[in-house]
């Protein structure tokens, strides 16, 4: 059962546009939530990640959005490029040391 | 240039033929870990090691081993693949357990007839 729900499954966009990926976690324990983007052929690289003590974090143009009480958070990607096209993943992680994967969106930007 | 190798990226076998995957990082990190990538369940984590000859299970061990006689290396074992194990397979590290930064591999897609 995954501990950490990611929806939606695939999107896509206009160049400019702001694709939002939305996670949902139920284990209160769970205090790192980071994003991880993965290029066709590649493994998943770190991109921005939050802590639970502030509800927001920007990192160039990608945005994490963090709500404790719903126990929700998102990423957005401002003024969206082709490159940009990949596969996200969030995750969240607690004092365990492991991390709970979503099941990744895969987000397509067209030209 | 610090990186998570695995070897092979592709391979086809068949049912019951014992495989390794071979996984080394040259950044000294402490934790490493195993994870199956399959469409519609993200990636879940098979086995990972604290340190050396320091292993556990994750969330799917079923079918695979894995051993930590040194730091740098850290293989994944199919005694006995089957179908169900074809899958795309990542090894990951961190430079210790609780650090924030896990550095993935490129990957081994593992095909099992």
């Known amino acids: 059962q995954q501990q950490v729900k990611q929806s939606p499954q695939s999107l896509i966009v206009q160049k400019g546009g702001i694709p939002i990926i939305n996670c949902a976690y139920e284990?209160?324990?769970?205090?790192?939530f980071p994003w991880y983007q993965q290029f066709p052929g590649k493994g998943p690289a770190l991109l921005i990640a939050i802590r639970p003590d502030v509800s927001e974090k920007k990192e160039g143009r990608f945005t994490i959005s963090f709500n404790k009480s719903a126990k929700q958070f998102s990423l957005h990607i401002m003024d969206s490029q082709p490159g940009d096209s990949a596969t996200y993943f969030c995750a969240a992680g607690g004092n365990d040391y492991k991390l709970s994967f979503g099941a990744g969106t895969t987000v397509t930007v067209r030209a | 240039e610090a990186q998570v190798t695995q070897n092979p990226r592709y391979l086809i076998t068949v049912t019951g033929k014992k495989l390794t995957v071979t996984c080394s990082q040259n950044?000294?990190?402490?934790?490493m870990s195993w994870y199956r990538q399959d469409p519609g369940l993200g990636l879940r984590q098979i086995y990972y090691s604290m340190n050396v000859e320091v292993t556990d299970k994750g969330d799917v061990p079923e079918g695979y081993k894995v051993s930590r006689k040194e730091k740098r290396n850290f293989p994944l074992i199919l005694e006995s693949p089957s179908p169900n194990q074809t899958s795309l397979y990542f090894c990951?590290?961190?430079?210790?357990?609780?650090?924030?930064?896990?550095?993935f591999g490129a990957g081994s897609r593992l095909t099992v007839l």
């Open positions: 284990n209160t324990a769970f205090d790192y």
């Open positions: 950044m000294n990190h402490e934790y």
């Open positions: 990951a590290s961190r430079i210790r357990p609780g650090a924030n930064v896990l550095t």
